[in-house]
Structure formats: structure tokens, C-alpha cells
């Protein structure tokens, strides 16, 4: 896949709507998803921040590049500025992105939830579910961590709500959805939200198992930070099992 074909993916958009984009500003802002994905927000941000990186940013890239930002300070739990950049990428999309829309609304629902209005969350959520549910089975799955992160969050929001089995629910929806290669973060998010549920309800076993596959996402995606994360479940399971 050429550079600007990968380019064309990630941002939802058909490449007859391009005249060009150049390769380092792809390669840039490709590397800072990443970043933000391993909620290395810091240097996510100071990124971003810097002037080069400013200087070359492509009008077209601009509406990623504001939600981004916004993942970076929701993630250090600064929720206005999240929501002034969401709202900046709002703005800056073409109804042919849908993937970046949901994008968008997913993480609005996000800061919602963190500021604890949860029925302004749900709105959020429903504008996702909507549009997914308008997209076809090509776009469907080139998209589908985007969607995972839809059902995640809303995992998430069913789980401050109390309502555990339908937070299971959506996290095995999600799960039959997860991408096998480089997920792993996503998926521990997803086992953390079971592990919740799972104690709630007094389900041992179900809470083991998604220790398991955490400590197993850690062990294996071969980086140090989740790795270090996720470590804690081994104790975790051993100590539950010399008790029974």
C-alpha cells in the first residue's frame, strides 16, 4: 500500500479527493497516532506542539490532527481543551469521513463521561452507533478498531451506570471485533472494564480469565510500558489460585 493510499484509509476520504499530501507529514502524524494509541500523551503532545511539525501540517490532515489533540488532554483529564479541539475537528471534516466522525463523537462521549454527564455521553454514542450502522461491510472493515472503540466506550458508560452484564456484552462484542495485530492496548482496555463487571457481580472465574488475557497482551506485544502494566495480574492469578 502506497503512502498515500495508507493516508486515505486512516482518514476515511476516497483519493480522488486529493491532489497531494507530502509522505513526512503522513509519516508524522501516522507516528503520533501511535503514540496516542500507547497513551504516550506527553510526547504525543510536545509533538505536535513543536513548530516544524506545524509548519508542515496539510489542511486536509487538520481535522486528525485536532482530535489528536483532543485524545491527548482528555487522556491528561483536561476536558475543556479536549472539547475545543473535538469541536475544531468537527468542524474541519467532509461528510464522506465518516470513520474520523465517529472518531470524533466517541471521544466526545468520552469527555462527557469524565466530566460525569453521562446522558450527554450516551447522545454522543448514539450519533456512533447511528453511523455505523449506515456504513457497508467494505468500509465496515477497514474500520474496525474504530468501531471497537465505540463498543468499548460504551462498555465503559454501562459499567458507571451499573449496569454490568450489559458492559460484558458490549466488551465481547468488541472483542469478536478486535483486530489480531497490534491491539493490544485496546485490548487490555477491554479486559479492565470486564475485570470491573466481573467483580461486581462476583464472577471469579470471569474476572481470572480477563486477568489472563491481559497479563497475555502484555507479555506478548513486546512493549515494555504495557508489559509493566499488566504484570500485577500474574501475582493476581497465582495468589487465586493457591486459595482455591
Excluded at 479541539?85 to 465517529?102: D, E, K, N
Excluded at 463523537?105 to 466530566?115: D, I, P
Excluded at 450516551?122 to 474500520?143: F, G, P, V, W, Y
Aim: charged letters at 25%.
Amino acid at each position: 500500500m502506497t503512502v498515500l493510499k495508507a493516508l486515505c484509509v486512516r482518514l476515511h476520504i476516497d483519493i480522488s479527493q486529493i491532489a497531494e499530501l507530502t509522505t513526512e507529514n503522513h509519516v508524522q502524524l501516522s507516528y503520533v497516532r501511535e503514540l496516542v494509541e500507547h497513551m504516550d500523551f506527553v510526547k504525543a503532545r510536545k509533538i505536535m506542539e513543536s513548530t516544524s511539525f506545524m509548519h508542515e501540517m496539510e489542511e486536509l490532515v487538520l481535522p486528525e490532527y485536532h482530535l489528536l489533540n483532543a485524545i491527548c488532554y482528555a487522556g491528561q483529564n483536561e476536558c475543556q481543551k479536549a472539547m475545543h479541539y473535538l469541536h475544531m475537528a468537527l468542524s474541519g471534516t467532509m461528510h464522506t469521513q465518516v470513520g474520523l466522525i465517529i472518531e470524533i463523537f466517541n471521544e466526545m462521549g468520552g469527555v462527557w463521561m469524565q466530566l460525569g454527564e453521562y446522558d450527554n455521553a450516551s447522545d454522543c454514542l448514539d450519533r456512533c452507533q447511528k453511523l455505523i450502522a449506515s456504513i457497508n461491510e467494505i468500509k465496515m472493515e477497514a474500520m474496525k478498531l474504530v468501531i471497537v472503540k465505540v463498543y468499548r466506550r460504551q462498555a465503559e458508560l454501562d459499567l458507571l451506570r451499573k449496569e454490568y452484564h450489559k458492559a460484558l456484552t458490549g466488551v465481547e462484542s468488541a472483542m469478536n471485533l478486535l483486530p489480531k495485530n497490534n491491539a493490544y492496548y485496546e485490548l487490555v482496555l477491554l479486559q479492565k472494564i470486564r475485570m470491573d463487571c466481573a467483580e461486581a457481580l462476583g464472577l471469579l472465574a470471569e474476572q481470572r480469565e480477563a486477568q489472563l488475557l491481559s497479563y497475555a497482551a502484555g507479555l506478548f506485544s513486546q512493549d515494555q510500558k504495557l508489559e509493566e502494566q499488566t504484570r500485577q495480574y500474574r501475582s493476581e492469578i497465582s495468589i487465586d489460585k493457591k486459595s482455591n
